[in-house]
């Protein structure tokens, strides 16, 4: 968890999207300079990126949304098209951070564990449209049930919500 952590507030662009195909048992590298890549969301740079599989923008990739208010873990898609996000809370001192960095890098070389014990206990999830728009968005402010949300799953009318350190999935009854 620490090294994931250090990832994450570093910024450092070490991750790839590869794709393999089963036929010719290889693996082609799709996207590079990824920082903290998790699937498509870019936890560190808080963003989410999309890479075109297919159509005329097919090998190109785009922000698919930037400047969230979270630092996103999970993605997932629905069956209506929208996109379902989960994350952890946007912390000013990482904002901060980010501003300078190789005080950053410094800083988190030192006083990582600091940082880990003062993470504020608050989960989000959000509601994109195709578009990347945020529809909506629920909050676990106090941290009481999910503080580390991690993964969001939309089986209407329910939305499952999974944590890093919890042996349970939560289950939020979404409104009409």
Not at 22 to 47: K, M, P, Q, W
Not at 140 to 166: A, H, K, N, W
Request: glycine share 8%; charged share 20%.
């Amino acid at each position: 968890m620490k090294t994931a952590l250090f990832d994450i507030l570093s910024g450092y662009p070490s991750g790839r999207l590869l794709k393999y195909t089963f036929e010719t048992n290889t693996v082609e590298e799709l996207l590079s300079d990824v920082a903290y890549a998790n699937l498509v969301a870019e936890t560190g740079r808080y963003c989410i990126r999309r890479y075109w599989l297919e159509g005329p923008s097919a090998g190109k990739w785009d922000y698919f949304i930037q400047g969230l208010p979270m630092l996103p873990d999970g993605v997932s898609r629905s069956q209506d098209g929208r996109y379902w996000v989960s994350g952890f809370y946007r912390s000013p001192v990482i904002d901060w951070a980010h501003q300078f960095p190789t005080v950053k890098k410094v800083l988190m070389k030192t006083l990582l564990d600091l940082v880990f014990q003062v993470k504020k206990p608050y989960g989000i999830v959000l509601q994109l449209s195709e578009s990347g728009s945020i529809l909506r968005s629920i909050h676990d402010e106090q941290g009481t049930l999910l503080p580390d949300i991690s993964s969001v799953s939309c089986v209407p009318p329910y939305l499952l919500i999974g944590g890093l350190e919890r042996n349970f999935l939560a289950v939020y009854e979404q409104d009409p």
